[in-house]
């Protein structure tokens, strides 16, 4: 088992920046990507950033390209999405989920088996 605890989230002005953090414990080495992923009232969950973590490899939805960034520290075994310029539109509840995938699958929901209680982001015109 792989436990998740996000922080970080808050409700700021559109334009803002808030970081998330998610921190990992438990049987970790079973897992080889964190992901971040949000699901907005009404809508889908929707995959935002994930990174494998043994190489660094990130990748971003091409809605938050250029504006998040998701990183991940190996010794505290934290994973964190700075969020830049953010928009009403980003405005949902964001979950930290970790599992294993391949390059191509990195933002799939299906490769993910552990998932965090969400924090909710809250982005005002």
């Known amino acids: 088992q792989v436990q998740m605890v996000e922080s970080g989230g808050g409700s700021v002005q559109a334009g803002g920046s808030l970081r998330l953090s998610c921190a990992a414990s438990g049987y970790t080495s079973s897992t080889n990507c964190m992901g971040w992923f949000r699901q907005a009232p009404g809508k889908e969950r929707e995959g935002v950033a994930a990174i494998y973590t043994r190489y660094g490899i990130t990748k971003h939805a091409e809605s938050v390209k250029g504006r998040f960034t998701i990183s991940h520290d190996n010794a505290k075994n934290t994973t964190y999405l700075q969020m830049n310029s953010l928009k009403p539109e980003d405005t949902a509840m964001y979950y930290c989920?970790?599992?294993?995938?391949?390059?191509?699958?990195?933002?799939?929901?299906?490769?993910?088996?552990?998932w965090g209680q969400g924090t909710q982001v809250t982005v005002s015109s």
């Open positions: 989920a970790a599992g294993r995938c391949t390059v191509t699958t990195m933002i799939n929901i299906g490769a993910y088996s552990y």
